[in-house]
């Protein structure tokens, strides 16, 4: 199922969008840190000014991560506001170097009269992930000698760590206590 949306369907200067993507229809690639764990749901209005577009609404769904510390699955519910407004690609000169503006993060480009829903969640998606994900607060992680989830059980390793750049001054700390 093509998740495009034809502009050329559009009535008027207000439409609806409403769509449900199945877990296949939003392929993951190999570098997301998520995967869609429900059905995507996108409830959106789409206002229309010449050739601009305006998509405002949300995208709803669970995202399945992977925490940075145990390394272990966890679901997030997730509703993402959307508000983008989308140019005729035509319209991307792309002027070399230049200051982003706060408009200019929301703008997203078009082509043949089509907007492709896919990369819009995809993208929207990447910028909601936090830099470490977590599976909770507390998270314990895994122990860095035997590599068991703390999270599960514990584990009586020493995980104290010494500074081998320091161990000819702890040699002479401890003939210091002989002598």
């Not at 877990?23 to 206002?47: H, K, N």
């Not at 035509?90 to 492709?116: H, M, P, V, W």
Request: net charge negative.
């Amino acid at each position: 199922m093509a998740m495009l949306l034809d502009l050329r369907e559009m009535r008027g200067s207000e439409d609806r969008v409403e769509r449900t993507f199945d877990l296949g229809d939003l392929a993951t690639e190999s570098g997301d840190d998520y995967a869609a764990a429900a059905p995507v749901r996108l409830s959106l209005r789409l206002l229309k000014d010449s050739v601009k577009y305006r998509l405002v609404g949300n995208v709803t769904t669970t995202l399945r991560q992977q925490c940075c510390r145990c390394l272990e699955a966890f679901d997030v519910a997730t509703v993402l506001p959307i508000d983008l407004m989308y140019l005729p690609h035509s319209e991307n000169s792309g002027e070399g170097e230049s200051e982003l503006s706060d408009e200019d993060l929301s703008t997203a480009f078009y082509r043949e009269e089509q907007i492709d829903l896919e990369q819009m969640v995809r993208e929207q998606f990447q910028l909601s992930l936090p830099m470490k994900p977590l599976c909770r607060d507390d998270c314990e992680g895994l122990c860095p000698a035997c590599g068991i989830n703390r999270n599960r059980e514990g584990c009586s390793c020493d995980t104290s760590w010494r500074d081998p750049r320091l161990a000819a001054l702890e040699t002479l700390l401890s003939d210091g206590r002989k002598g």
